[in-house]
C-alpha cells in the first residue's frame, strides 16, 4: 500500500486548471460530461481510500468485530500509517456518507414535494404555477416520463412573447440533456471530497451554458435568450434546490449573457494538446487515470495482506 493509498485524497487538485479552463474553451456539452466524470472518478477512488484506511483503523480498535489476526504486530507493520491515519479516516468516511446521504435525500424529498404540488394541475409538459414570485425550473420525471417545465405567472409577466419562448426552450434542454444528474453527481462529488468542488461550481456554470445554447440553437437568436436571461436574474429566485436546473442563477448570469453574445461555440469534443486547455484536460484525465490506479493498487495489497492474516 505505502503512499499510494493516499494519492487519491489529494489528486483532485490535478483538475483545478481543467475546471476553470473548461468553462471558457469547451462546449459546455463537452465541458459538463468531462468535469462531471472527473469528478465523480476522484470522488469513487477517495472514497474507497477512506475505506480502506478505515479497515485499517477499526482492526486497531479494542473489541473490533474483525478476526484477530488483523491486528497482529506483522500486520501492522505490513500496513503503513494504520496508528493514526487508519483512526482518522473512520470518522471522515462516516462524514462523507452522511453528508452523501443527506445531499441524496434532499434531492429526492424536493423532486417529491415538487410532484406532488403539481399532482392537480393538468398532466402537460409545462406547468404554470398562479404565483407571482417569478421563478421557472425543470422538474425531472420519474419512469418514463421526461418531466415538467415550471414556471409561474410571475416570471411570464416580466417576458415577451420571443423570452418566453427561450425560456421553454432552456428548460427542456435541461430535461433532454438529464442535467439534473450531472449536477446531483458532482453535488455528491463534492460532498466526498472538498477539493472537488471547483468541479461542482463548474459543472453548475456549463450546465447552464448547454441549456442556453440549446435554446439559442431553438429560437434562433442568441440575443434574445441572453435578454430573457438577463431580465429573469434581476426578479428570479432560481432552483429549489442546487441539484435543479433553474433559469436565472445568479452568480455565473453576467458571464453567460457575455457568452451569449459571442459566436457559438465549436462543437470540438476533446481539445487539441498543444493548447494550454488541452494539457488541462490531459492533466486531469491523468490525474483521474492515476487516482484510479493507486486505489485499485492499494485495495489488491490490502486485501492479500488481510486475508493472509485471516485464518481459515
Not at 224 to 230: M, P
Not at 252 to 277: D, F, K, Y
Amino acid at each position: 500500500m505505502g503512499v499510494f493509498v493516499f494519492l487519491p485524497l489529494v489528486l483532485p487538485l490535478s483538475a483545478w486548471p481543467i475546471a476553470r479552463l473548461a468553462e471558457h474553451h469547451l462546449h459546455p456539452r463537452a465541458a459538463t460530461w468531462l468535469l462531471t466524470g472527473v469528478a465523480g472518478v476522484l470522488a469513487v477512488c477517495s472514497t474507497v481510500c477512506l475505506v480502506l484506511l478505515m479497515v485499517v483503523g477499526t482492526a486497531q480498535l479494542p473489541g473490533n468485530p474483525l478476526p484477530d489476526g488483523w491486528s497482529d504486530p506483522e500486520v501492522r507493520e505490513a500496513v503503513p500509517y494504520d496508528e493514526v491515519a487508519g483512526r482518522v479516516a473512520i470518522p471522515a468516511l462516516i462524514a462523507v456518507l452522511a453528508s452523501c446521504g443527506r445531499a441524496a435525500w434532499r434531492h429526492h424529498r424536493v423532486r417529491r414535494r415538487a410532484g406532488r404540488a403539481l399532482s392537480s394541475l393538468p398532466d402537460r409538459s409545462v406547468a404554470v404555477l398562479p404565483d407571482g414570485a417569478p421563478y421557472a425550473y425543470a422538474l425531472p420525471g420519474t419512469g418514463r416520463r421526461g418531466g415538467r417545465v415550471v414556471v409561474t405567472t410571475g416570471m411570464l409577466a416580466g417576458l415577451d412573447a420571443p423570452e418566453r419562448r427561450a425560456l421553454f426552450a432552456h428548460e427542456r434542454a435541461h430535461l433532454a440533456g438529464r442535467h439534473h444528474r450531472f449536477l446531483l453527481a458532482v453535488q455528491l462529488a463534492a460532498r466526498a471530497n472538498p477539493f472537488l468542488r471547483p468541479l461542482r461550481t463548474a459543472v453548475t456554470y456549463t450546465a447552464e451554458r448547454w441549456a442556453d445554447e440549446e435554446a439559442a440553437a431553438a429560437v434562433g437568436s442568441r440575443r434574445t435568450v441572453a435578454r430573457a436571461i438577463g431580465k429573469a436574474a434581476l426578479v428570479s429566485r432560481g432552483a429549489p434546490v442546487a441539484t435543479l436546473a433553474g433559469f436565472a442563477v445568479a452568480g455565473p448570469v453576467p458571464r453567460r449573457v457575455a457568452a451569449l453574445l459571442e459566436p457559438a461555440p465549436s462543437a470540438r469534443v476533446w481539445p487539441p494538446a498543444s493548447t494550454t486547455v488541452g494539457l488541462a484536460a490531459w492533466g486531469a484525465a491523468a490525474g483521474a487515470t492515476a487516482s484510479a490506479l493507486s486505489s485499485a493498487n492499494s485495495a489488491v495489497t490490502l486485501f492479500f495482506i488481510l486475508k493472509a492474516a485471516t485464518p481459515l
